[in-house]
């Protein structure tokens, strides 16, 4: 059985076109195991309190949904303003997703965790989140991450490598987004759509854009404290969406998990709903589809 399903997988993967058109998926690292499992696993229920913003933990100047899943700020002037997720995390590998689209984000959007006393509100336009030595944030439209109210550099830092299959393809991808007119490093555009990824026992947060997990950026957090997901904006109507998608403890996967990744991957994006065509039992059969 395990040979005609390599066969049966090997014979369509020519075929299979790429997962993701996007830039940012050549500047992506390798992936754990348990981090793979976990971005094609289904998502907790949305119920989950994990997926909410803190009523209590939020500036003034942002309005909460009654779901919790949603905060919109305030059309105020000279304010920076931040919210914090209302439960937090002190071990595990866990991934949060944060909806904000790029039309509303303005300057200093800032993504990231904050330990329990990061502050929510200051004057002015500035980084919150990464502003003070209680938070770590990266900023979309800068590309900067922030930590102790000091920008770290950019992220992701390896701009120059390229995955691409030919140098033609390289050169026109670091024309297009390294150098701008007067040789500064031009911004990575971000979508609306960034997964946080925080290891709370390596003491590590990076993020997943685009399906590509673009590293560390920020690694010897602490541990042992409940850490949270936050957001700082200075743009008024603003709305920044969190759901948290999954976790797992630091136990290796289970092999079945394994196996089903593997699967799914040689399947490729663009044929996971043909499950049904494998050559496997359908009780494996039924597995995959639980799964996707």
Same mark, same amino acid.
């Given at each position: 059985?395990?040979? *005609? ?49 803190? $009523? ?30 209302? /439960? ?18 303005? *300057? ?5 965790? *904050? ?59 670091? $024309?297009?987004?390294? /150098? ?96 049904? /065509? ?15």
């Amino acid at each position: 059985m395990g040979l *005609s399903l390599s066969v049966w997988l090997y014979s369509r993967t020519a075929d299979s076109p790429p997962s993701s058109s996007s830039a940012l998926c050549s500047l992506a690292v390798p992936t754990s195991s348990r981090l793979m499992v976990i971005l094609s696993s289904p998502p907790v229920a949305l119920g989950d309190s994990r997926s909410h913003w803190s $009523s209590a933990h939020r500036s003034p100047h942002l309005l909460l949904s009654a779901c919790k899943h949603e905060v919109t700020r305030s059309p105020v002037e000279r304010s920076s303003d931040a919210v914090r997720a209302e /439960k937090g995390v002190k071990s595990g590998l866990h991934v949060w997703e944060v909806v904000w689209s790029p039309g509303h984000r303005g *300057s200093h959007a800032v993504v990231g965790i *904050s330990r329990q006393n990061c502050p929510l509100q200051a004057s002015g336009y500035k980084v919150l989140v990464g502003g003070d030595s209680q938070s770590w944030g990266w900023e979309l439209k800068t590309n900067q991450f922030w930590y102790n109210g000091q920008s770290l550099g950019l992220y992701p830092r390896e701009r120059r490598r390229c995955h691409t299959e030919t140098q033609e393809d390289c050169r026109s991808f670091t $024309s297009h987004i390294l /150098k701008d007119t007067e040789g500064a490093e031009t911004p990575l555009p971000i979508p609306e759509r960034v997964l946080l990824v925080l290891d709370a026992d390596a003491g590590t947060l990076g993020f997943v854009v685009d399906g590509s997990f673009l590293g560390v950026a920020f690694k010897d957090l602490p541990r042992g404290v409940e850490l949270f997901p936050a957001v700082s904006s200075v743009r008024g109507g603003a709305s920044i969406r969190l759901r948290y998608l999954n976790g797992a403890t630091r136990d290796p996967p289970a092999l079945m998990a394994l196996c089903g990744l593997s699967i799914r991957q040689s399947l490729g994006q663009q044929r996971q709903n043909q499950t049904d /065509k494998l050559p496997l039992p359908p009780f494996l059969q039924r597995y995959l589809l639980s799964t996707q």
